[in-house]
């Protein structure tokens, strides 16, 4: 008589469904227990109810005339209810709505999975990282990163992602499909998160600073860049000639360099280069435009290799190295004009005497001889010198004294 009213006085404590019958009430309960005391003799799968089972049976029973096939995809189902729920998704039928933000889904276990995220349950946890996930499917793409596992394969280049948004994200470089643009500039940008990271740019935002000598970036990729100023490492290496770059950037332009033909030439001076960027940049020297200033100390660049270079003076990075007698510089014109040193080579010479000189600083040492110019003044007796060791020399006949 309860059934045929539709009295439903048996109630699950857990989730508050209701049951007319107490047997089914009980049968139900079982869901919550997590046991699943019906296992598959074929597969190991287990479950919850014998009618799961039994249905469950019709794949390894292979009878075709059980089975509901999707006359669309192809799909096959083993019971009529699975096939009706899976034609709503190419129907875009969304009959379960979260009561929480009024989003709307075609599956039922879509919406469940969705309204953890308003609930905060997720118990789902990754062993080696700790990071915690609302649904074990997720817990399952998440670890394929650990893993190292790239599935989701480029069909255009062939460049393979361990997840499918990422793919998704990359196919947009084929496509040439870029729908985030910046309102200050007016940039292109194919994801969102890539439009925020070039946005602070603009803010002047430098969140990712430098374990060594302190210096802030804006982008991770500019930090990872000088942090290899440190190291000293030279990842990009050219396979004309080998020579190695710390920056893929450096190593596309010194490309340029095995290339003859030289497109663009400066209207000042005549000197030609190979790109237009190169040109551009050359521009800059003669319009006397320094937009590389140092952030240690404030000095302002035309080039950014000069900024570059100026910069491991600061970090006191000393890369490059006499192969002779083992002393290193920061910089490489100062190694080529020490290796004079030990070829003999004196090209600076001097106007007034006529003396050769190796270095052209030394050559300048020299012409505070004939100007009288005296700049190294002793502390203890005021005398004066025009040149440094002199007055070194001078200092030590002082301590002899003393």
Known sequence: ?????????????????????????????????????????????????????????????????????????????????????????????????????????????????????????????????????????????????????KNHICGVCGKEFTQKGELKTHSSVHTGVSSHTCDICGKVFTTKRSLIQHLNIHAGVKNHKCGVCGIEFTQKGDLKTHISMHTGVKRHKCEVCGKGFISKSDLKRHLYAHVDVKRYKCEICWREFTSKSALNMHLDIHAGVRDHRCDVCGKEFTQKGDLKTHLAMHAGVKSHRCDVCGKVFTQKSNLKAHLTVHAGVKNHNCDICGKAFTAKSSLRTHLLIHAGVKNHKCDVCGNAFTQKVELKKHMARHADVV
Do not use: W
């Not at 083993?78 to 709307?104: F, M, P, Q, Y």
């Not at 999975?113 to 080696?128: A, P």
């Open 1 to 149: 008589m309860e059934m045929d009213t539709g009295v439903r006085r048996h109630s699950c404590d857990v989730c508050g469904k209701e049951f007319t019958l107490k047997g089914n009430l009980n049968k139900h309960m079982a869901i919550h227990s997590g046991v699943k005391s019906y296992k598959c003799d074929d597969c190991g799968k287990g479950f919850t109810y014998k009618c799961n089972l039994k249905t469950h049976m019709r794949i390894h029973g292979g009878v075709p005339e059980m089975c509901q096939k999707c006359d669309i995809c192809g799909k096959v189902f083993v019971t009529k209810a699975s096939l009706s729920r899976h034609l709503d998704v190419h129907a875009g039928v969304k009959n379960h709505i979260c009561g929480v933000c009024g989003k709307e889904f075609t599956q039922k276990g879509e919406l469940k999975t969705h309204s953890s995220v308003h609930t905060g349950v997720s118990s789902h946890t990754c062993d080696i990282c700790g990071k915690v996930f609302t649904t074990k499917r997720s817990l399952s793409r998440h670890l394929d990163v650990h893993a190292g596992v």
